[in-house]
């Protein structure tokens, strides 16, 4: 998508040669438009698909996630990182190691809002390691749901994230593939 990788160029800051920061457009303010554009693109990627929900993680997956929601008109849930007072009970929760923060944590989703038989697609901002789709993919596997493809906003294409998944058999449909980070410049794939 090339405006995202323009957005990328003009805005990103390489914090290192593995990690990328969009914090001007992503990952803390965020840019509507863009995510307008970027909800349309997964939706046309995926609008074969017969998609019945979407399920992501907060707090960076919910705002590309509710725009692709939007375009294919169904619902988006997000996996919460913390369990809040009022969601204790009847979770699925999976383990995920941060690859950003280098921890492992959990994330869960409510029994209630996923069911057997969903076609769901996965969205997050970043594939790096796969750890946190997988993550997904596991919660909804355990309902009884069908992991129809993964749309990624950025992907990190020198890390294993994206094999991982493909060998796994799922779809990995990624808006921007970065070859690499080395030297504080952004290299894109193709
Ligand atoms: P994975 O689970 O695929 O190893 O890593 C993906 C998750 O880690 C994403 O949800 C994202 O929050 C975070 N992440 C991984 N790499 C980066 C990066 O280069 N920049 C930012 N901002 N987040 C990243």
């Keep these: 998508m090339e405006l995202l990788k323009r957005k990328i160029v003009e805005e990103g800051i390489v914090l290192s040669d593995q990690v990328l920061k969009v914090d001007s ?15 349309r693109t997964f939706a046309s990627l ?11 993680i907060e707090s ?8 692709a929601g939007l375009e294919l008109g169904v619902p988006v849930v997000f996996a919460r990182k913390r369990k ?9 929760t999976e383990k995920v190691y941060s690859f950003t ?3 492992e944590s959990e ?5 209630k809002f996923l069911s057997a038989g969903d076609r769901v697609l996965l969205i997050d901002d970043f594939l790096a390691n796969g750890e946190a789709a997988l993550a997904m993919a596991r919660i909804v596997e355990r ?5 129809a493809g993964i749309g990624i906003v950025i992907e990190k294409s020198f890390q294993n994230g994206a094999n991982k998944l493909t060998e796994k058999g799922y779809r990995v449909e990624s808006l ?5 980070l080395a030297d504080g410049n952004v290299s894109f794939a193709e």
């Design 25 to 39: 457009f992503l990952n803390h303010r965020i840019d509507p438009p863009l995510m307008l554009e970027i909800g």
């Design 46 to 56: 995926f609008r074969e698909s017969a998609i019945d929900k979407i399920v992501t």
């Design 60 to 67: 960076s997956g919910i705002a590309p996630a509710v725009m």
């Design 84 to 92: 809040s007072l009022t969601l204790q009970t009847d979770l699925f």
């Design 101 to 103: 923060k280098k921890e």
């Design 107 to 111: 994330v869960s989703v409510a029994t």
């Design 143 to 147: 309902a009884g749901g069908q992991v």
């Design 176 to 180: 921007a593939r970065i070859a690499s």
